[in-house]
């Protein structure tokens, strides 16, 4: 039913002209699906109240409730006569809607409050649509769609990861915004977190990362306590850009968290030396975005000054830890090999700050759309590290849309990490062989068969001449008998 919903959206999308690609898809069914997501959860609420008998006051008011604007409704059934179409409900969405929705950021009593949310995304977000006949059939359909069992969260969130995945597929700039759902859930296994602890992603993009931990620890035995405890203290993350920001809302609430503990501000900007206890995480999992040619003033909040986006976040996430705790993170695979002062010091940091105790070498390809190589960090801060286990992924195939990577490549390396065992695709390399001087972390693999140097083109050219001239001497020899 759902499916036929999202593939019904998509084609009246097609038809807009304000909405140009995969992205700009998501970004507006967002919106659209976040207003009806608050509409079924007011309702909910008002039932509870009624239930215990007290009066509840909710979020959105008057004309700009859903059932006023995007559905009004008359014996069940959509009532067009006072539901808005054409430019009537676009100058309504762009002129009053959005300007309403914007103002809770100011009038709520707190960044973690569902209101200043609400406020954060409609200052940010702007409705692409054009049309207000293809706006209307959209807004009707996803007016049938209802968030209120959890079987209905997890068939929407299914399509709506779904959405995500093309969307980072597509290129551009949509691959900042997806992690590959398989490898995330081989850090959880190997991270572990428990109920009780605080999780935390400072690049949260589409929150896949707190999204899939949130299925890892949500059990049919939980206790309602439990169950609070994830709900509103063990999520958080940050967040740059504006889309990512409100699809990471999105996908957390359509996973089953009704309000995100996420944060719409640069991570990079709080300064890492001034991060106190109470700042602290038990777990990191996060897949920080590389390049981006930091400015100095951002360089300038660390102790080891980089343009490199990724190096500057790996900073922040060893001071983000508590004592004790573990960290997965994402990298390029040319941080264990650099040999600039900014990659030495990084590498000298992480080894004596924490124990890198596991390296996961991920292939070609694992990133739709990006042509680096990556590596998984995973280390426990508190102690130095004395030894390092590496895995070579190797799925046996070439990754692509088509071969994705899938739980069944990361089998092995979850069983294997567990007791960091050797085997043709994992070794490990202790601290005491490492280079002193550069503390080179090169994911070599010792049982790989070498290969054979490649020579330089002046050897070959060499080799050439030198034939050349043995040949003529051959030649020359086999005249002189004639």
Same mark, same amino acid.
């Given at each position: $039913?759902? !499916? ?12 807009? %002209?304000?909405?140009?690609?995969? =992205? ?10 976040? /207003? ?5 959860? %007011? ?17 959105? @008011? ?31 969405? !762009?002129? %009053? ?11 709520? @009593?707190?960044? #973690? ?38 079987? #209905? ?5 299914? /399509? ?26 081989? $850090? ?7 109920? +009780? ?7 949260? +993009? ?10 890892? /620890? ?60 109470? !700042?602290?995480?038990?777990?990191? =999992? ?25 190096? /500057?976040?790996? #900073? ?66 508190? %102690?130095?590290?004395? #030894?390092?286990?590496?895995?070579? =992924? ?7 849309? @088509? ?78 008998? =004639?």
């Amino acid at each position: $039913m759902y !499916d036929n919903a999202f593939n019904q959206i998509e084609r009246d999308l097609r038809a807009e %002209e304000g909405v140009a690609n995969e =992205l700009d898809y998501v970004e507006q069914t967002s919106w659209v699906l976040f /207003l009806k997501y608050l509409h079924d959860l %007011e309702n909910e609420r008002r039932d509870r109240a009624e239930l215990d008998g007290e009066d509840y006051t909710p979020i959105i @008011t008057g004309e700009f409730c859903w059932d006023k604007w995007a559905a009004p409704k008359k014996n069940g059934e959509i009532d067009h006569n006072a539901a808005l179409i054409g430019d009537d409900l676009i100058k309504f969405v !762009d002129g %009053e809607l959005f300007p309403y929705l914007a103002k809770f950021r100011q009038s709520a @009593t707190g960044p #973690q409050t569902l209101q200043y949310k609400i406020g954060e995304i409609f200052t940010e977000l702007r409705s692409k649509f054009r049309s207000g006949y293809i706006l209307r059939d959209v807004l009707e359909t996803i007016d049938g769609l209802s968030f209120g069992t959890q079987a #209905q969260r997890h068939e929407l969130s299914q /399509l709506y990861e779904s959405r995500i995945r093309r969307m980072g597929n597509a290129g551009r700039n949509g691959g900042e915004y997806y992690t590959p759902r398989p490898l995330i859930r081989a $850090m959880i296994e190997v991270v572990q977190p428990k109920v +009780g602890e605080t999780i935390y992603d400072g690049a949260v +993009g589409s929150a896949g990362f707190l999204c899939e931990a949130y299925d890892y /620890l949500r059990r049919k035995e939980l206790s309602g306590t439990d169950y609070e405890t994830l709900q509103t203290k063990t999520f958080y993350g940050q967040e740059k850009k504006g889309l990512a920001y409100i699809i990471g809302i999105m996908n957390m609430i359509l996973h089953g968290i009704e309000a995100p503990n996420l944060i719409h501000s640069n991570t990079l900007n709080e300064n890492a030396m001034d991060i106190q206890e109470k !700042d602290r995480h038990n777990v990191i =999992l996060a897949n920080p975005p590389f390049g981006g040619g930091e400015r100095r003033e951002v360089q300038q909040n660390f102790p080891i000054r980089t343009g490199e986006t990724a190096y /500057l976040f790996l #900073q922040h996430f060893i001071r983000k830890l508590k004592a004790g705790g573990r960290g997965a993170v994402v990298i390029k695979n040319t941080f264990l090999s650099n040999t600039d002062n900014a990659s030495v010091a990084l590498r000298k940091e992480l080894l004596e700050a924490c124990k890198l105790h596991t390296v996961l070498d991920c292939p070609q390809g694992t990133f739709q759309g990006a042509g680096v190589k990556t590596v998984v960090l995973f280390f426990e801060k508190g %102690e130095a590290t004395r #030894q390092t286990w590496f895995y070579q =992924l190797d799925p046996g195939r070439s990754m692509g849309k @088509t071969n994705p990577l899938n739980d069944d490549d990361l089998k092995e390396f979850v069983e294997l990490q567990r007791t960091f065992a050797d085997s043709p695709k994992s070794w490990m390399v202790k601290r005491g062989d490492l280079d002193a001087t550069t503390f080179d972390l090169s994911a070599k693999n010792p049982y790989s068969p070498e290969r054979e140097a490649l020579r330089s083109p002046e050897d070959i050219i060499a080799d050439m001449l030198a034939r050349d001239a043995e040949t003529a001497d051959i030649l020359e020899n086999i005249r002189r008998l =004639l």
